[in-house]
């Protein structure tokens, strides 16, 4: 227990740390002023100015934060210096020189890079964990076959005499490529003979057999196991490629998943499943724990997608609702007003308290009648 807390605080840290660097290093870059950039979360603990920035550790051991200046005020009238455009005084005594290198006036294009910097900084740490894991042992991710990985005594699969490592390429002249597609076209022919077309060995074969409506408990109509996931493993040199390519194809199935969540609760009213809240985390941290150092590392980079997924969202007071109004700055040439913006970032971070409050409350829930706090999947 005491060991998964640990670790789960860890990946939260580093995740979020990662994240917050990606904001700090291009503010540094592009001459932005940073007013500190903290481990955790306030009440401050100890903090140290070191040129213009202050960096801190705070009580709150998850995660951190960057403290742009003039990031929140963005021209609403906090901030201001003699021979401004705006008339409105400031509380501080600047100069128009530290104005220029304030947040909200620095140029759309150089906000938006500061903007999308802590998520591009995510995916990239998930392309780096992958990318590692496909070069030292290789790593277990979908594919587009299905390979059969165990044969059951007694059933049809052992009298048509399959193997293990048969690709199992279509059934009753269907193709498929999941094992949810093989699931539902073996049962379209229970208890009548149909035929599979198996890959053995680079050649194709044609197998009769006939799926059992009727079977022990645990084995299936045909009496084997099957799996669409294999371990691949690729040199020093292939592996940033490839894991490049599986960073963005489960970025993709992030989406997607998101995107379908929503759809069945506008459209069909759905419930969401699969959704998780900082418990639910913690006992999947848990899980992968179990399973040794790999896993943790697997599960973080799955982590950190899904932080780059759900930060660059169109939603206020995320990264991605900064961008929307940058974009929109962009394409309009006029800046939206500040205060307007700066009222659906505050709308939009206390629906994101209030969804965070309501799903921890639902893994509590889970959690007292003896459920699992992990999503179905």
Avoid: C
Avoid at 69 to 89: L, M, R, Y
Avoid at 212 to 230: A, D, L, Q, Y
Avoid at 286 to 291: L, P
């Amino acid at each position: 227990m005491l060991l998964t807390a640990l670790v789960f605080i860890v990946i939260l840290s580093v995740l979020v740390l990662i994240h917050e660097f990606g904001h700090y290093i291009t503010a540094k870059k592009l001459g932005i002023k940073v007013e500190e950039f903290g481990y955790g979360f306030p009440p401050r603990i100890f903090g140290k100015k070191i040129g213009e920035t202050i960096y801190s550790i705070n009580l709150l051991p998850i995660g951190g934060f960057v403290k742009l200046f003039g990031e929140d005020d963005a021209g609403g009238g906090k901030i201001q210096a003699k021979g401004a455009k705006s008339e409105v005084k400031s509380e501080k005594n600047m100069n128009s020189h530290d104005l220029k290198r304030a947040f909200f006036a620095r140029p759309s294009w150089q906000r938006l890079i500061v903007v999308t910097a802590g998520v591009v900084m995510n995916f990239l740490l998930a392309v780096v964990i992958i990318s590692y894991l496909f070069a030292s042992k290789g790593v277990a991710v979908p594919s587009d076959h299905v390979r059969i990985t165990e044969i059951l005594p007694g059933s049809p699969a052992q009298a048509a005499r399959l193997q293990i490592d048969d690709e199992i390429l279509s059934v009753g002249g269907v193709g498929v490529a999941k094992t949810e597609d093989f699931v539902v076209e073996t049962k379209k022919h229970l208890d009548q003979e149909t035929y599979l077309i198996v890959l053995r060995d680079g050649k194709e074969m044609k197998v009769a057999l006939t799926p059992r409506k009727e079977f022990p408990k645990g084995e299936g109509p045909i009496g084997i196991g099957i799996s669409s996931i294999e371990v691949r493993k690729y040199s020093i040199l292939q592996a940033p490629i490839y894991g490049t390519w599986e960073a963005l194809k489960f970025s993709w199935i992030i989406i997607s998943g998101l995107g379908q969540m929503v759809f069945d609760g506008i459209i069909h009213g759905q419930k969401p499943e699969g959704v998780a809240g900082p418990l639910g985390v913690a006992q999947l941290t848990g899980e992968a724990v179990s399973f040794g150092f790999d896993a943790v590392l697997w599960f973080m980079a799955l982590l950190s997608l899904n932080l780059a997924v759900l930060n660059i969202l169109p939603i206020p007071a995320l990264d991605g609702g900064r961008l929307f109004f940058i974009i929109i700055e962009l394409v309009t040439r006029k800046k939206v007003n500040p205060k307007y913006e700066s009222y659906a970032h505050m709308v939009g971070l206390a629906l994101l308290l209030t969804l965070m409050a309501v799903v921890t409350i639902v893994d509590i829930t889970r959690l007292a009648t003896g459920g699992s706090l992990i999503p179905d999947m």
